[in-house]
Every structure is written in C-alpha cells, then in structure tokens.
C-alpha cells in the first residue's frame, strides 16, 4: 500500500480526519514553548489541513496544581487556539483522556500519576468538556489501567459507556491496551467504541498484535508517540533504516517514519507532537511521501 494524497482523510469513527492528527502533549508538559508559540502551533496545523487534535487532563507540567491554573494546561490551550482561530473549525475533532494525572516524587523528578476509578473518571470527563468549552467531547479516551487492584477495567469502561448514553462524550477509545481489553470494551461500549490509542513507532513495535486486532475489529488505531517521543538513545539505532530511505528521496526521517506508518493500513492514524511550526510543516509532508514496495519491505523487516 502507498501513502498517496487520495489516502489523506481517514475514519476515526464518524469522522473524517487528516491522517495525520496533532498531539498536543509536549505544548504543555516540561519543556513547552511559550503560551503564543503553542497557540501558533496549533493554528499553524490547522492552516495545513489538521482537523484533529489529541489532548488529556493530564498535559500539564507536574507540580502544577488545580489551585494554581496548571491542571488541564492542554485542554485550556486547545480552547483558547480555537476560540482565536479565524479558519474553518468547523470539522475539528478534539480528542481528551482520563486516567492520569502529574506529581513530583521524592527524587523530585516529574511523574505521571493513574487514576482510573468510576467516580474519578465521571467527574473529570464534565471538567474536561467545560474546559474544552463543547456540549459533548468528540472523543474520549480511557487513558491507562488503573494500577490499585480494587478499581477494575471494567468499571471504568462502564463510566465512560455512562457518559457516552448521558451525552457529556460523543464517543470513547480507549489507551494503553491488550486484545483482551479491546475485547472488553467492546463487549461493554459497542459501537460507541471508535478507537485505540497505543505507543507505536520504530522503537515500539511491541504493539503489532493491537495494531492488526484493531483493523479486524473495525477501530482506529492511533500510534502515540509514533516518532519515538523522548528517546533511549538505544533506541535511536532503529531509525536507521528510516534514515538511510529519507536520503533516497531527501527527506527527514520522520517524514519516513510517519509515512511507513500510514502504509500499515488506512484505520492507522499517528499523532506526532511538536513544539516547532518547523517540524510540523516537515512532518506533514509525509501524507504526500510515497514509499516504494521494496523500501516499505526493508521497513517492515
Ligand atoms: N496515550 C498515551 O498514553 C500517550 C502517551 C504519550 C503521548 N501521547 C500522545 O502522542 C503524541 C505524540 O507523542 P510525543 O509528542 O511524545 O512524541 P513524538 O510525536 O514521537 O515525537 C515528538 C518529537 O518529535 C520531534 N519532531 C517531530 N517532527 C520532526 C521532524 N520533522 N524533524 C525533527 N524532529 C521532529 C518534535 O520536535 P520539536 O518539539 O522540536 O517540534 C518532538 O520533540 C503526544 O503529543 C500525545 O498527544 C499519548
């Protein structure tokens, strides 16, 4: 399969999105760019085409507090890039989460904290849909399982079945997850259930299995950090190959990289991160980067 233009627009769900979406993560945890950078960012991707924005309640730098403003950072961000954007918004998809959260540990080192019980997850799903200032968030995202053994999978999966039925959620994915708890949700949301969201890339091909399940089962597959995030540097050597295809037709890796994962099938749809309008307007090239058969054989072996 190639990546030809014809192959831009993909199904999440109902909707129709570039195939490329914005991970807004790294616009709001350490390490983010000024508050008007990050707006331009955002508009920026929403000039080339860009209808889909991925964010949690979670995106915030740790240490940061309700109290102090800082929670919720992301969502905050998107609301105000959309409440300033002047072009069409009208097919926007926002996309949130629910199950994490920031702190600082002893060490003092940032964290990510989970949290994923019933109550939790319902009451945040209304602070994040007035925050992202919506009647009903597009998409919602179980975020990660919950580590406590007392808080189950499933009653998780039955608040966010309870947002969707009370309309607070349009429709739910779920993050960090098997086959088996595919399965689950699916047995729990139905068609409400539109997406999977896992780490995918180069590096982390761990989850091929979820990957190829999700095709069968008729969901999204959504690759979180799909150029690697903030890299092992171990990790660094198994973008090679990648490399080594960029110089054959003078392009980044990353574009490769984003390219060879829209091959692997039309549910697949990456949301890279980017602080830099210049590495947004790189990266979004791929959409248009034909990969031969021989090269995507190389890639995938
Ligand atoms: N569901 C989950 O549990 C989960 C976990 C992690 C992330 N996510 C989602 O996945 C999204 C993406 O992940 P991520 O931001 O961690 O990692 P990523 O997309 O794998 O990598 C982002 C990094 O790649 C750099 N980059 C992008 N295009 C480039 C190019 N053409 N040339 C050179 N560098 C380039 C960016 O640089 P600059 O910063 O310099 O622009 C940024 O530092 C997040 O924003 C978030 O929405 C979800």
């Known amino acids: 399969m190639s990546t030809s233009n014809a ?3 993909r199904k999440l769900g109902p909707y129709e999105v ?6 807004c993560m790294p616009l709001s945890i350490e390490g983010r760019p000024s508050r008007e950078d990050a707006i331009s960012v955002i508009h920026r991707a929403l000039d080339l085409g860009v209808n889909h924005l991925d964010t949690a309640f979670a995106y915030y730098e740790a240490g940061g507090t309700s109290e102090n403003g800082e929670e919720q950072h992301n969502e905050k961000l998107i609301a105000q890039a959309l409440r300033t954007y002047t072009g069409d918004k009208s097919n ?5 989460k629910v199950g994490h959260y920031r702190y600082i540990d002893k060490n003092g080192q940032p964290q990510w904290g989970q949290q994923a019980d019933a109550n939790y997850i319902l009451e945040t799903a209304k602070k994040s849909r007035d925050c992202l200032e919506v009647d009903s968030i597009d998409l919602y995202y179980h975020h990660r399982p919950d580590p406590n053994p007392e808080v189950t999978y499933s009653e998780g999966l039955e608040a966010l079945a309870k947002l969707a039925e009370d309309g607070v959620v349009k429709y739910v994915g779920i993050s960090n997850a098997s086959i088996e708890q595919i399965d689950l949700a699916l047995s729990i949301l139905g068609d409400k259930l539109i997406a999977v969201q896992n780490q995918y890339s ?10 190829e399940y999700t095709k069968k089962k008729n969901l999204a597959f959504l690759p979180w950090s799909p150029l690697g995030g903030f890299r092992n540097p171990e990790l660094l050597t198994k973008d090679q190959p990648f490399e080594e295809v960029g110089k054959n037709h003078d392009v980044s890796k990353q574009q490769v990289i984003l390219a060879w994962e829209l091959a692997q099938s039309e549910h697949v749809i990456p949301i890279p991160g980017f602080r830099r309008i210049q590495t947004l307007e790189d990266s979004l090239k791929a959409l248009a980067l034909e990969l031969t058969s021989t090269e995507l054989e190389t890639l995938n072996a």
């Open 92 to 96: 926007v998809v926002v996309a949130s």
């Open 7 to 9: 192959q831009k627009y």
């Open 202 to 211: 180069p590096a982390h091909q761990e989850t091929l299995d979820t990957l």
């Open 18 to 23: 570039l195939g490329l979406g914005l991970g």
